[in-house]
């Protein structure tokens, strides 16, 4: 009898973040992890732990986050039917879009190379983008912003856009893109890096919105990364208008 060998797969989840306390397993919480853990434990008939590519806070949204969890090749025979299992067992604002083979020490969050993310903003009251964009009163200068946003780019150290007492060895990030777009309805902010401090897009993007609308010259959001004092940096936005978008990994084909 050939014993059953155990298995390294990735799950590929996007998840409305809305009615949940952020990714990670909280104490007094629903989280997303918690939804996914126990769909896993019904479907497989055991505990089952996930390691995900990062936490999200409360109300920030997925279109793409890695997962990672062991289970013996018996117990999934069929990727693509576990996958639709699962998704059956997961509530509709959590979906699973595919699972993946990867190697026995692969891991979701250490491996990771690349992260994205979104921040959406309207103008207009608008029913449907409720807990998906921010609405602001005031359009700022998009122009000035992206002039600001170019200061972002490179290897910084970025203490400034950073909750303080994170248990961190570094935060020195290599932000790779940060600009602003324009759409039908308002703006979205792309921002591309290596990884991300807690809370770092959102001050990012309050500290943009200083220079588009209290006319804060570019420079500024410079003078701020140079002070590396959170205190120096703009409100934090807030979570709901926040998506993870896409996340990077050398041996994974992110095209399917």
């Given at each position: 009898m050939v014993k059953d060998t155990l298995q390294r797969f990735f799950l590929e989840i996007a998840y409305d973040g809305t009615a949940?306390?952020?990714w990670q397993i909280q104490n007094n919480a629903i989280s997303v992890?918690?939804?996914?853990n126990d769909a896993l434990q019904t479907l497989l008939r055991e505990p089952i732990e996930t390691t995900g590519a990062g936490r999200t806070d409360t109300g920030v949204h997925a279109k793409q986050l890695y997962v990672h969890m062991d289970a013996f090749e018996q117990q999934i025979k069929n990727r693509e039917r576990f996958v639709h299992?699962?998704?059956?067992?997961?509530?509709?604002?959590?979906?699973?879009?595919?699972?993946?083979?990867?190697?026995?020490?692969a891991h979701a969050r250490f491996d990771a190379t690349e992260r994205s993310y979104e921040y959406h903003i309207h103008f207009s009251k608008d029913p449907f983008l409720i807990h998906r964009s921010w609405q602001l009163r005031d359009q700022p200068q998009v122009d000035r912003m992206n002039k600001a946003a170019e200061f972002l780019l490179g290897t910084q150290d970025f203490s400034c856009f950073s909750k303080s007492n994170t248990q961190v060895f570094t935060n020195i990030c290599t932000v790779t893109q940060a600009l602003w777009e324009?759409?039908?309805v308002g703006y979205i902010f792309h921002i591309t890096a290596d990884r991300f401090l807690r809370n770092m897009v959102r001050a990012t993007v309050g500290t943009l919105l200083e220079i588009g609308i209290k006319n804060k010259p570019p420079e500024f959001i410079n003078?701020?990364?140079?002070?590396?004092?959170r205190a120096n940096a703009g409100t934090s936005v807030p979570a709901h208008a926040l998506y993870l978008t896409r996340v990077v990994y050398p041996y994974i084909n992110d095209k399917h």
């Open positions: 949940y306390h952020g992890q918690q939804r996914l299992s699962l998704n059956s067992l997961l509530p509709p604002d959590i979906s699973v879009k595919r699972m993946i083979n990867v190697h026995r020490e324009k759409t039908d003078e701020v990364i140079i002070s590396k004092n």
